[in-house]
C-alpha cells in the first residue's frame, strides 16, 4: 500500500476522537444515572426530557467508529481511510454545531445576503434581563422596540 501523501502537497486528514475528549467523558460518565434520577416529566421517569436524553446520547456516539463511517481512498497516492459519521444534532455536539453553523451562513451568504441589503447588529444583554426577555414575548418587543430605534438615524 503507497504511503499517505506528504503534508506539503495534500492536506492529511486526521479523526478527531471525541471519546479521548474530557467532555466525552464527563457526560458519559455520569449519563446513565443522571437518567435514573425521578424527574417531572409526562413522557415517564427520567433525567430529564426525553429529546434532552435522545441529543445527549447521539452526540456521544458522533465521530465514533463503531456507530458508523464512510470510506476515502486519496486520489493521487490511494491511501484509504475511515470518516466517522456525525449525529448531525442541534444541540450539544461539538462537531455538528460549527458544521451546521457553516452550513448556515453560507446558505445566508450566498442565495439571500446577496440579493438583499443587510445590516447586521448585534445586541448584548444583560445576565439578568436574558430570562424574562426569552419568556415574556411583550418584554422582547419592547426591547426589539427599542434597540431598533435606536439605530435609525437621527434628523
Known amino acids: 500500500m503507497p504511503a499517505p501523501c ?13 471519546e479521548r475528549t474530557v467532555r466525552y467523558r464527563t457526560v458519559q460518565t455520569p449519563l446513565a444515572t443522571w437518567l435514573e434520577l ?14 434532552v ?6 452526540s456521544l456516539d458522533s465521530g465514533i467508529l463503531a456507530h458508523g463511517f464512510a470510506r476515502a481512498r ?10 466517522a459519521w456525525s449525529c448531525k444534532g442541534r444541540g450539544v455536539c461539538p462537531a455538528c454545531n460549527p458544521r451546521r453553523m457553516v452550513e448556515t451562513a453560507a446558505h445566508l451568504v450566498d442565495p439571500i445576503f446577496l440579493r438583499l441589503p443587510v445590516c447586521q447588529w448585534v445586541l448584548s444583554v444583560p445576565k439578568r ?3 424574562p426577555l426569552e419568556h415574556d414575548p411583550a418584554i422582547e418587543t419592547l426591547a426589539l422596540r ?9 434628523p
Open 38 to 51: 425521578p424527574c417531572d416529566r409526562q413522557q415517564g421517569a427520567g433525567g430529564g426530557p426525553a429529546h
Open 129 to 131: 434581563l436574558r430570562d
Open 53 to 58: 436524553e435522545r441529543e445527549l446520547r447521539r
Open 6 to 18: 506528504a503534508p506539503a502537497r495534500t492536506a492529511v486528514y486526521r479523526r478527531r476522537r471525541p
Open 146 to 154: 427599542i434597540n431598533v430605534q435606536s439605530r435609525e438615524p437621527k
Open 74 to 83: 486519496c486520489a493521487q497516492c490511494g491511501h484509504a481511510f475511515l470518516i
